[in-house]
């Protein structure tokens, strides 16, 4: 146990960008809440279950389906930083990353309902939902509109 909650220090401690810096700042903290409700999820599914994780194959299910979508929205904040380093019109890189973001929050919201609640955790059920409705919402639609405007006026798929 004390391996794994070392493991989870580093996990939520490290991360492979200066926090707080630029304009991925609240996408930084939202990467921080998600992957705060993955790791709360897995521990909920060790302590609360009588039978072994291996068992529970619909719970780790959920937590895995979890776990990616923190990977991947890591990985596109990690993808748009470096690109809005090297090139300073990168206003759609970010709106695609916005409605990604957005759009796995909602995927994890959803899973995350359903997984903790077939643990049978309440509480922590709506301390976790209420972890995650605190993040920053975006204009997806606006932000959509944008990217569709900068596509068809370039006539081609320049990313």
């Not at 748009?80 to 695609?96: E, F, P, V």
């Amino acid at each position: 146990m004390k391996y794994a909650k070392a493991n989870a220090r580093d996990f939520l401690e490290k991360s492979a960008f200066a926090e707080d810096k630029g304009t991925l700042a609240h996408e930084q903290k939202l990467l921080k809440k998600v992957k705060q409700a993955a790791l709360t999820s897995l521990a909920l599914a060790v302590r609360m279950n009588q039978l072994p994780l291996a068992e529970q194959q619909v719970i780790m299910l959920g937590i895995a389906d979890i776990i990616i979508d923190t990977f991947a929205i890591e990985s596109a904040i990690l993808r748009t930083a470096k690109l809005a380093a090297r090139d300073a019109a990168a206003s759609c890189y970010l709106d695609m990353t916005r409605v990604f973001c957005s759009d796995a929050i909602q995927r994890i919201e959803t899973t995350l309902k359903n997984t903790v609640s077939a643990i049978g955790a309440g509480d922590e059920l709506r301390a976790l939902l209420t972890q995650l409705s605190e993040l920053p919402q975006w204009n997806t639609i606006a932000a959509r509109q944008r990217i569709a405007k900068e596509l068809i006026e370039a006539n081609t798929w320049k990313y």
